[in-house]
């Protein structure tokens, strides 16, 4: 859900297909991670009109990034929970009518049109009428940050990191956040940030305030630049690949890691068990001009013998920490994911551990917030790999805030650094070398 544009055009005009669009778009990202992402192929919204999916769109990461708050005034206005059609149809209409310019009037009568289409929410008309029009009259006053987080990750980031942190990472939520972009060639840093009315980032990131049609920006076509959010560059950096070193990125798609380790001129094998992922990394090679074998495959099934100086594994995880771009993952998450994706990630780092030359270097990283996917991976993994020994990062060298250093010496970034400017993607990164 990566930087929705504004509608265009009066949004009173947009008509109920729209609307169900966003209902459908919304359902199925609550309903699983990565719903919200595949929905999107549905015939519901890929039919509409540029200008309604640009509304839609935005309408539907609204409701996201604004849901703890209107579901706290839901259930205030709500004696009974009603079917979760109905309370999908009051979340999508409370964040129109709060959040997004759509009037009032618009925002309840579409909404109870919508309601009468399906006779599983027709009997609930009435109460769509009568929540929304007390939310109109009486609005939702001014919560504080932990309203928007939910409740069950709120307190997993409070007994990680303390209440001024989680505080700090729940102020986030409503916010979009700024397009980072990593540079193809650092030469090009003060030209492309006056291009881009952008700033150059500790790390040589490039962050802009920008909106809209990224192919259209300065240098997109000429393959100076790819979009990559600034703590998402910090694990290739953590490798520190050097010229005509071999690397392998396991679960490479789309493939912003795959380019920074080109870009550093390795010979790269990007790896991802799909191949319709892949054809991403294949594109974004393209439009740089690197090179890069591409394999599909399982990383823990993989039937080649190769082993390489550098591997990075960036493996599936809750992905709770990218919540500024894709504010549907803290909504999907359930408790117990985290356990699940633990095993595999434990699997997944042994198979990466095995692709490792005596000698060689791998660095293991999650976009997730949860200690379970991040330090306790760092611990398991030095107790089954005794010839693997951690290599404490140094955060200036990589560009990564000096508070993101744990005492593990791996590195913890939290979406409130550099907060002044948008903050930044969660990620945890870990360096360890095998014995020669
Ligand atoms: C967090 S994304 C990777 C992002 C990517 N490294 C980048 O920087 O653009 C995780 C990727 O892991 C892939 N994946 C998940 N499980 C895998 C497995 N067992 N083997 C290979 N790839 C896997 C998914 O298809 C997905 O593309």
Request: proline share 8%; hydrophobic share 45%.
């Amino acid at each position: 859900m990566s930087a929705p544009t504004s509608p265009s055009g009066p949004p009173s005009d947009v008509g109920l297909p729209a609307r169900k669009a966003a209902l459908a778009l919304f359902a199925a990202g609550l309903e699983s991670r990565g719903g919200f992402d595949a929905a999107l192929s549905l015939p519901a919204f890929s039919s509409l009109s540029p200008r309604d999916r640009a509304w839609t769109r935005a309408l539907v990461a609204t409701a996201f990034r604004r849901l703890g708050p209107i579901d706290r005034a839901l259930d205030a206005r709500l004696k009974k929970p009603p079917p979760d059609a109905v309370r999908q149809l009051l979340q999508i209409g409370a964040a129109q009518l709060l959040f997004r310019d759509t009037p009032a009037f618009a925002a309840v009568s579409t909404s109870v049109d919508l309601a009468r289409t399906h006779p599983s929410t027709k009997p609930f008309a009435g109460l769509v009428n009568a929540v929304l029009r007390a939310l109109s009259r009486d609005g939702i006053g001014e919560p504080g940050p932990e309203a928007h987080a939910p409740a069950w990750l709120f307190a997993r980031w409070k007994a990680a990191y303390g209440e001024a942190a989680a505080q700090g990472i729940a102020a986030l939520i409503p916010g979009e956040a700024p397009t980072d972009l990593s540079l193809r060639d650092p030469a090009d840093r003060d030209v492309l940030a006056e291009a881009l009315e952008g700033q150059i980032l500790p790390g040589g990131s490039l962050r802009t305030q920008r909106r809209g049609d990224l192919s259209e920006w300065p240098g997109f076509s000429e393959g100076q630049w790819w979009v990559q959010d600034a703590a998402a560059a910090v694990p290739a950096r953590l490798l520190d690949v050097k010229p005509g070193e071999t690397a392998l990125d396991l679960c490479a798609a789309p493939g912003g890691k795959t380019l920074q380790l080109a870009a550093a001129g390795a010979s790269v094998v990007a790896l991802d068990r799909s191949a319709q992922r892949l054809k991403r990394v294949t594109e974004n090679l393209a439009r740089m001009g690197f090179k890069a074998e591409t394999v599909t495959a399982e990383a823990d099934a993989w039937k080649d013998g190769r082993t390489f100086d550098a591997v990075l594994l960036d493996a599936p995880c809750s992905a709770t920490g990218t919540f500024r771009r894709h504010p549907d993952v803290l909504w999907a998450s359930r408790p117990g994911d985290i356990g699940s994706l633990a095993g595999v990630q434990a699997r997944l780092l042994d198979a990466a551990a095995e692709r490792v030359k005596p000698g060689g270097r791998l660095v293991y990283c999650v976009c997730s917030l949860e200690p379970e996917e991040g330090e306790a991976q760092v611990e398991g993994f030095l107790r089954r790999r005794p010839d693997f020994r951690l290599t404490p990062a140094s955060p200036e060298a990589v560009g990564a805030p000096a508070e993101a250093l744990t005492a593990q010496g791996s590195l913890r970034i939290l979406p409130s650094s550099w907060a002044e400017t948008g903050g930044l993607d969660g990620f945890f990164a870990a360096r360890f070398d095998r014995a020669g």
